[in-house]
């Protein structure tokens, strides 16, 4: 295993990353991304164990209902690049249990480099959102073919690839991409029905970042954003190659949407728990700012409330119920259910605006306009806001405005932004969740009782 230094060293590799139009060459130094890069390591510090069979416990493979359920703490105490590196991981798992019995020499190859990634130890992001061009058509009628990101050689040792994935959280933070196809694929579309992992250094690899970072001199206004961010990538493969030994599809169209389908599946599951974690934290947010606004016990505010704290039980009962059905594979591993993992993420990410306008009611308009922590602290105006930010004794000012500042940051600035459309948009959009809900439902059986209260017999007679 790494340790927090040896994780430092390792990304400084000639991996061409690039910031608001320059280049970086020293990524633990910069200004902005550097934090990202010293809170992967501190993850490294904290999982590190000597020896040389040693595993990280956020890359080793759940067995059991039970593992499953304690890995959810430990990954919503690490960095984001951790739980991605986890959920490809399972991603890579899962497809490698789905594709065994049509493409055994895939799925061994799949087997044999998760593997060496957990003895390596490295980190991995997942790469399938393609830049898809006109989305109304297929990738090979495109006016561009590289919409989609595809095959543009064969050699005896490897292919070449070239096109872009978006929205990669952590990218250029990674040792490897996990490339997989964004999409089921037809009869024709060969060249796009490709999944392989590439190093991030991989000489044509480029990464464009961007960030939700607090750009303020002062982070004490921004406590949520400034401890998490983490940079998005616009990873580009301009004709980069890729070894055999690193293809775990090419070609075999009728497979593609078997690793969408499997990395849908642990994004879902990490959305569903992220946001029965979130939900508590917005329950808790407006109990708070209730108190302190001296509005607790008024009867619409605590109906609001009551529909929040409503809506995380909900959303917590979706994430026991998609582990406790969970289905263990001939291999061990242990894959949450379809059905409620789906419904859950759904029904969460649905009504999360829902739950932020409540929060936002039930606070007011301090929200956006609270004073500084720095003009808590200025010798003119201090004693001043304190006093008028104070709402009854035992409420200090500055109390107040530090929950505003959390609340905006959590829900109302840029990574509240972000936050928004990423509950809706990873791990596919909503549709993408009520397809999958609707095809594991048991329809039928809903259909046999409402026929059976009817009264009326079935095509059977029953």
């Not at 830049?131 to 990738?139: E, F, L, Q, T």
């Not at 070894?243 to 599809?249: D, K, S």
């Not at 605590?302 to 994430?319: G, N, P, Q």
């Not at 596919?428 to 046999?448: C, E, F, M, P, S």
């Amino acid at each position: 295993m790494m340790t927090g230094e040896q994780y430092k060293k390792s990304i400084k590799d000639g991996r061409e990353t690039f910031f608001e139009g320059e280049r970086v060459r020293d990524l633990a130094t910069h200004p902005l991304l550097g934090a990202c890069v010293g809170r992967i390591a501190a993850g490294y510090d904290r999982w590190y164990k000597p020896g040389t069979d040693a595993v990280s416990e956020l890359m080793t493979i759940p067995g059991s209902a039970k593992e499953l359920k304690d890995r959810i703490p430990l990954l919503h105490s690490s960095d984001i690049v951790a739980n991605v590196t986890y959920q490809s991981i399972m991603t890579l798992t899962t497809a490698a249990s789905r594709i065994a019995p049509a493409l055994p020499e895939y799925a061994e190859r799949i087997r044999d480099y998760v593997k060496g990634a957990q003895r390596r130890d490295i980190r991995i992001v997942e790469c399938i959102t393609d830049a898809k061009g006109d989305r109304s058509r297929p990738p090979g009628k495109q006016d561009d073919p590289d919409a989609y990101t595809h095959v543009v050689d064969r050699r005896a040792d490897g292919v070449v690839i070239r096109g872009a994935k978006l929205h990669i959280t952590g990218a250029s933070m990674s040792h490897e991409l996990m490339v997989i196809p964004t999409k089921a694929m037809k009869p024709g579309e060969e060249s796009y029905a490709i999944g392989c992992a590439v190093p991030v250094n991989s000489p044509g690899v480029k990464i464009v970042d961007t960030t939700f970072a607090p750009r303020h001199h002062d982070t004490r206004d921004f406590p949520v954003a400034s401890a998490i961010h983490m940079p998005e990538g616009f990873v580009i493969f301009d004709d980069v190659f890729v070894p055999n030994e690193r293809i775990f599809l090419d070609g075999e169209v009728a497979h593609a949407a078997v690793f969408a389908h499997s990395l849908g599946l642990w994004e879902r599951l990490g959305g569903l728990s992220g946001m029965a974690e979130e939900g508590d934290q917005l329950v808790g947010f407006a109990q708070l700012i209730a108190e302190a606004n001296g509005l607790a016990k008024e009867s619409h505010i605590k109906e609001k409330i009551s529909e929040m704290l409503i809506h995380a039980t909900l959303v917590h009962a979706a994430l026991e119920a998609a582990i406790a059905n969970c289905t263990i594979s001939e291999e061990g591993a242990a894959f949450p259910d379809e059905l409620y993992t789906n419904a859950g993420k759904y029904h969460a990410a649905a009504n999360y605006n829902a739950m932020v306008r409540h929060l936002h009611d039930i606070a007011g308009g301090s929200v956006l306009t609270a004073p500084s922590v720095a003009d808590f602290e200025n010798e003119v105006t201090g004693p001043l806001v304190r006093k008028y930010m104070s709402t009854m004794t035992g409420v200090d000012g500055e109390y107040r405005a530090k929950l505003f500042h959390a609340i905006r940051d959590l829900t109302a600035d840029a990574y509240g932004g972000w936050k928004a459309v990423t509950n809706v948009q990873a791990g596919g959009g909503l549709y993408a969740q009520r397809i999958v809900t609707r095809k594991y439902y048991d329809l039928n059986g809903a259909k046999r009782k409402a026929l059976h209260l009817a009264g009326i017999k079935d095509e059977k007679g029953n």
